[in-house]
């Protein structure tokens, strides 16, 4: 019986620790049921395919016992066992096939070696003793005999609907016997099959709310459960990546408000904010590769000065980290940046304030 406290579902985590274990939901009945239908229809299958051939194949065994003497090595037993070997092959091939198939499809390819362990009270008379009598051995046997109970009910009725015509039987031709006895074969067949295949998936459904009642988990669970995965080497590098993502994203649109781009063409761009109230500019985005072209295309669309000077990009870029200022050493470099941008930004409003347009402050691409 499931514990009362274990109220949540079960996390990924704990249905991966699960299935390593061995525990996934499988129903014996429905593999059985879906391998044995599946061996009878090869069977008939063949029959139906082959049935010249094994005609011809008994004609001739009984022709060859009727007029030679059967010795233990001699070729009619050797050709018999071919002959057998030919039906029974593809019979069992199939039945691996399928009960292969039906395992997959019911819990996916499964290796727990935990589960083979060697474990003592597997051979604890006294545990073995308390596992015969209890409940779920009683369940067990229950379940056994219920489908049984069903296959004897179907015989019964087959039998009896056909009782009058088997009181008829001896007064029957030999073809006409042998066709009652068929009808009623695979009447009870194909009934019983019917039957065990509905047993089947009330088996497999049961099983599956089993084994989601026995995953289910306490609340303390998850909860320790999520202390441990915050330490996991996964957990810590995808909260590494999102922290990436969004130091990135905040960059970018940092860039929005740099003063200049600095570049070294084709690998490295700085952008660098400036006030007069500021001490020295600082950094406020810096990229290489495809950074530094997203930052360089930021630029030109807030219409930011950019500016090529590979030693001061390359500097820029080793030597200070984003939202840092620069360094005392590359002062002089920086200002003569700054004093060309300013510069053009100055000529930019006189032009245009001569020509009586509005100002916009910034600076062509230098």
Same mark, same amino acid.
């Given at each position: 019986?499931?514990?009362s406290?274990k109220?949540?579902?079960?996390t990924?985590?704990r249905?991966?620790?699960?299935?390593?274990?061995?525990?996934?939901?499988?129903?014996?009945?429905?593999?059985?049921?879906?391998?044995?239908?599946?061996?009878?229809c090869?069977?008939?299958?063949?029959?139906?395919?082959?049935?010249?051939?094994l005609?011809?194949?008994?004609?001739?065994v009984?022709?060859?016992?009727?007029t030679?003497?059967?010795q233990?090595n001699?070729p009619?037993l050797f050709?018999?066992?071919?002959e057998v070997l030919?039906?029974?092959?593809?019979?069992?091939?199939?039945s691996l096939?399928?009960a292969?198939g039906?395992?997959?499809?019911?819990?996916g390819f499964?290796?727990?070696?935990?589960?083979?362990?060697?474990?003592p009270?597997?051979?604890?008379?006294?545990t073995r003793?308390?596992?015969?009598?209890?409940?779920?051995?009683?369940?067990?046997?229950?379940?056994?005999?219920l489908?049984f109970?069903?296959?004897?009910?179907?015989g019964?009725?087959?039998?009896?609907?056909?009782w009058?015509?088997?009181l008829l039987?001896?007064?029957?031709g030999l073809?006409?016997?042998?066709?009652l006895?068929?009808s009623?074969?695979?009447?009870?067949?194909w009934k019983?099959g019917?039957?065990? =295949?509905?047993w @089947?998936?009330?088996?497999? &459904?049961?099983?599956? !709310? +089993?084994n989601?009642?026995d995953l289910?988990m306490?609340?303390?669970?998850i909860k320790?459960?999520?202390?441990?995965?915050?330490?996991?080497p996964e957990?810590?590098?995808?909260?590494?990546?999102?922290?990436?993502?969004?130091?990135?994203k905040?960059?970018?649109q940092?860039?929005?408000t740099?003063?200049?781009?600095?570049t070294?063409?084709?690998?490295y761009?700085v952008?660098l904010r400036f006030?007069?109230?500021m001490?020295?500019?600082i950094?406020?985005?810096?990229?290489l590769?495809?950074?530094?072209?997203?930052?360089?295309a930021?630029a030109r669309e807030r219409d930011?000065p950019?500016?090529e000077?590979?030693p001061?990009?390359?500097?820029?870029y080793?030597?200070?980290?984003?939202?840092?200022?620069?360094?005392?050493? =590359?002062y002089? @470099?920086v200002?003569?940046? &700054?004093?060309?941008? !300013? +510069?053009?930004?100055?000529?930019?409003?006189n032009?245009?304030?001569?020509?009586?347009g509005?100002?916009?402050?910034?600076?062509p691409l230098?």
């Open positions: 019986m499931a514990d406290n109220t949540e579902q079960a990924p985590r249905r991966l620790r699960a299935k390593e274990q061995g525990q996934v939901t499988r129903s014996r009945e429905l593999s059985g049921i879906l391998t044995m239908g599946g061996a009878v090869v069977t008939v299958l063949m029959t139906q395919v082959g049935a010249a051939h005609t011809v194949f008994f004609r001739t009984l022709d060859y016992a009727a030679q003497q059967i233990p001699g009619l050709w018999t066992s071919i030919r039906w029974i092959v593809p019979i069992l091939l199939a096939m399928i292969l039906v395992g997959f499809a019911q819990g499964v290796f727990a070696p935990a589960a083979l362990a060697f474990k009270d597997r051979f604890n008379p006294a003793l308390g596992q015969m009598f209890s409940i779920t051995s009683f369940s067990q046997v229950l379940k056994s005999l489908p109970a069903g296959i004897l009910w179907v019964i009725g087959s039998i009896t609907l056909h009058n015509a088997m039987s001896p007064n029957m073809r006409a016997f042998t066709g006895v068929g009623m074969i695979m009447e009870i067949g019983s019917l039957i065990l =295949l509905i @089947a998936g009330v088996d497999y &459904l049961f099983q599956w !709310f +089993k989601e009642s289910k306490t609340r303390q669970e320790e459960e999520l202390k441990e995965s915050d330490g996991s957990n810590k590098a995808r909260i590494r990546r999102i922290q990436r993502q969004l130091r990135r905040k960059m970018l940092a860039t929005e740099a003063t200049v781009v600095v070294n063409p084709t690998h761009a952008a006030e007069m109230n001490e020295a500019p950094v406020v985005a810096k990229g590769n495809l950074l530094a072209e997203r930052i360089k930021i930011i950019t500016i000077n590979r001061l990009a390359q500097a820029l080793k030597s200070v980290e984003v939202g840092d200022a620069i360094p005392s050493k =590359l002089h @470099a200002a003569e940046i &700054l004093v060309m941008v !300013f +510069k053009a930004q100055a000529e930019v409003r032009r245009t304030a001569r020509a009586g509005n100002p916009t402050g910034k600076a230098l």
